[in-house]
């Protein structure tokens, strides 16, 4: 998986994000580039802050962690796979 990013929290989060995609292997991550293109799809999915994280579980946002906040985003996870 490729990530390029733009902003600062987002070239920060990058490599990490890179990290958890590697150790969860039962978890799907997938980056949205909030660029001009995908706009529309970011406000649709109320993308306000990047990098934005979503949570899903059964087609359900059951979290969310905006902002470069490594350790929520592993909570987050955990608490998430746990349940």
């Not at 590697?22 to 978890?27: C, F, G, Q, T």
């Not at 059964?58 to 350790?71: C, L, N, P, Q, R």
């Amino acid at each position: 998986m490729e990530i390029n990013c733009r902003c600062g929290p987002c070239k920060v989060m990058a490599p990490k994000f890179q990290q958890l995609a590697e150790k969860y292997l039962d978890v799907v991550f997938l980056k949205l580039d909030c660029n001009q293109d995908n706009k529309p799809l970011a406000k649709e999915l109320g993308i306000k802050v990047v990098p934005t994280f979503k949570i899903l579980k059964e087609s359900t946002i059951v979290k969310e962690v905006t902002g470069a906040k490594f350790d929520d985003l592993v909570v987050a996870i955990e608490s998430v796979r746990s349940s």
